[in-house]
């Protein structure tokens, strides 16, 4: 292949039987688009793939992804070379971006300009700050004359946090969102997402890191190394539904398209976050399915191939049967029967295949608090 550049990492993965983390040189060639994996510690090739199974692109890769390779998942801990370094540091540069309380209703259109400007959404999750929350995240306005207003707004309700990737990211994602004065914004950035949804100074929207040792720091903050989880996902956990964007969706930049078909259609996304499944996570989930649907194999293969966006879904009222409701706005699991009977539901306006098909969601009530728990509370901790 005329090029085929080779990018180099180091990469680690938690082998859950042996309870032990093995560290890899991990090379990604970009031409062919098939990967090589070295065990450190026995300087042994440990697997070689090719594109048919393994679809990875160069922007997966950056530090601190998560990407799977054959049902493994692996998370990139540091360049492997001074070439890979050079030639991705600007391209995979990440920023923090969270949208405020008075906006969070409006994630599908601010998730869907995310994607259109060309930025890749990482880690996503909604979340409750408590006013110590707040002041540790603001404390470099301690004692201005707004810093009483700036708590009192961000922790009013849940906003929802953004590790944002790409080219240039934090120039991007602050571009994307517009002057701090949304009335500045109008005149100057009318486009701007505090030109659209921002009221003033203090109710502007949304929030971007100014500089990469801002970003690193807020990123850290939501979305420590340790990966404990600190804050509220604010899960009721009762009458509810799950729904699962799958990550070919994800991948295609149609989150924020889908999310806004669910509120249009007059359901709550009560919370809301990204996980990126280890393939005994998505068998252990399709369990029931085992053995009973054929596409089995196939539908675990797609929840483990890429980050996926769970949400507890909360219905029109309190006496609505939320898991039936929401199972009718999805439509029926082969997307061409949808598109035929059914042609305003999710899956026929998003949906490929019968795997690739947009969306998971709830079949039975009984199960909507069980599979948002395993979301939220199991795999959340």
């Not at 259109?109 to 006013?131: M, N, T, V, W």
Request: charged fraction near 25%; charge should be negative; hydrophobic fraction near 40%.
């Amino acid at each position: 292949m005329a090029d085929d550049t080779r990018f180099a990492f180091f990469v680690e993965w938690y082998e859950e039987p042996a309870c032990r983390t093995r560290t890899f040189q991990f090379f990604y060639f970009s031409g062919s688009k098939s990967i090589e994996m070295f065990d450190i510690k026995t300087r042994k090739m440990f697997l070689k793939t090719n594109l048919a199974s393994s679809p990875i692109e160069l922007q997966d890769l950056y530090i601190g992804a998560s990407i799977n390779v054959l049902g493994r998942q692996l998370t990139i801990v540091e360049f492997g070379d001074e070439f890979t370094k050079r030639k991705l540091m600007s391209k995979l540069e990440r920023t923090l971006g969270f949208i405020k309380p008075d906006t969070v209703d409006k994630m599908g259109d601010i998730i869907s300009a995310i994607y259109d400007r060309g930025l890749l959404i990482s880690k996503l999750r909604l979340c409750k700050l408590e006013h110590n929350d707040a002041f540790n995240f603001y404390q470099e306005h301690s004692g201005k004359s707004f810093m009483n207003s700036l708590m009192n707004y961000v922790t009013s309700g849940p906003i929802i946090a953004m590790e944002l990737v790409g080219e240039n990211a934090i120039q991007r994602w602050r571009e994307l969102i517009g002057p701090t004065d949304p009335s500045k914004a109008r005149s100057e950035a009318s486009s701007s997402l505090r030109a659209r949804f921002g009221k003033d100074v203090t109710h502007n929207s949304v929030h971007g890191s100014d500089s990469p040792a801002s970003a690193a720091r807020e990123i850290e903050f939501f979305f420590p190394s340790c990966n404990k989880q600190t804050f509220s996902n604010c899960v009721r956990g009762s009458d509810c539904s799950l729904c699962l964007i799958k990550p070919h969706a994800v991948k295609a930049g149609i989150a924020g398209k889908i999310i806004n078909v669910i509120q249009d259609s007059g359901f709550l996304v009560n919370t809301i976050q990204m996980f990126h499944l280890e393939k005994a996570n998505a068998e252990e989930f399709y369990e029931v399915y085992k053995g009973v649907v054929h596409e089995y194999p196939g539908m675990v293969n797609e929840l483990s191939s890429g980050p996926v966006i769970a949400m507890e879904i909360l219905g029109k009222s309190s006496s609505e049967h939320i898991a039936e409701s929401f199972r009718e706005l999805c439509g029926p699991m082969d997307p061409e029967i949808a598109r035929q009977l059914r042609p305003r539901t999710l899956r026929a306006l998003f949906g490929i295949n019968k795997i690739q098909n947009a969306v998971h969601c709830t079949d039975l009530p009984e199960d909507g608090p069980l599979e948002t728990e395993y979301f939220f509370k199991v795999l959340s901790s």
